[in-house]
């Protein structure tokens, strides 16, 4: 097998992640589309477009939302703490990109009041794939609550056709 090919290969191989269920607790998330698959030879700087919602679903008028944020922890590193993407809070009701390294790549929208907060990654690659959180916090009658729910985010690489030859 060539040089070129094992490289493929091995690309598809590092890419290709599994999906898994996320649970629908008084927050949501959502990404959309939940598997993305890459055209052959993609580099860091393209990608696809892929939507990423945490929303307080089932929490009632009566709770005032303190805080909702989007988390994630990459596949790369599996053990790593989360790292707040995108946050609103009662200091800062509207949405905020909070990943530097984002920025110019990537928009949100949504705020605290709306409940809900998206993450559009406009040029999202395989780096991006993992764990993603939505976390939301809530005060009713003085007593607080906190919500978590979270999916996976699967990118793979389509390696294009593949010819092998015998030696």
């Known amino acids: 097998m060539s040089p070129h090919i094992s490289h493929v290969l091995l690309t598809a191989l ?3 992640l599994q999906t898994g269920n996320g649970q629908d607790d008084p927050t949501t998330i959502t990404v959309t589309p939940a598997t993305l698959t890459l055209m052959p030879n993609v580099s860091d700087s393209t990608g696809g477009q892929v939507t990423i919602s945490c929303r307080a679903s089932s929490v ?3 709770e005032i939302m303190t805080a909702i944020n ?10 790593a703490d989360p ?20 920025q110019g790549s990537a928009t949100v929208t949504g705020s605290l009041n709306g409940k809900t907060i998206t993450l559009t990654l406009n040029r999202a690659n395989c780096g991006d794939a993992g764990m993603y959180i939505c976390n939301g ?4 009658d003085g007593g607080t609550k ?16 593949i010819t092998m030859t015998l030696l």
């Open 83 to 102: 790292v707040r993407v995108v946050a609103a809070s009662v200091v800062n009701t509207d949405a905020v990109l909070m990943l530097t390294s984002l």
């Open 60 to 62: 009632g008028d009566d």
């Open 70 to 79: 989007i988390e994630r922890v990459l596949h790369a590193s599996p053990n």
């Open 146 to 161: 906190s919500y978590t729910s979270s999916r996976n985010l699967t990118i793979e690489v389509n390696p294009g056709p």
């Open 137 to 140: 916090g809530s005060v009713l």
């Open 14 to 16: 590092l890419c290709l």
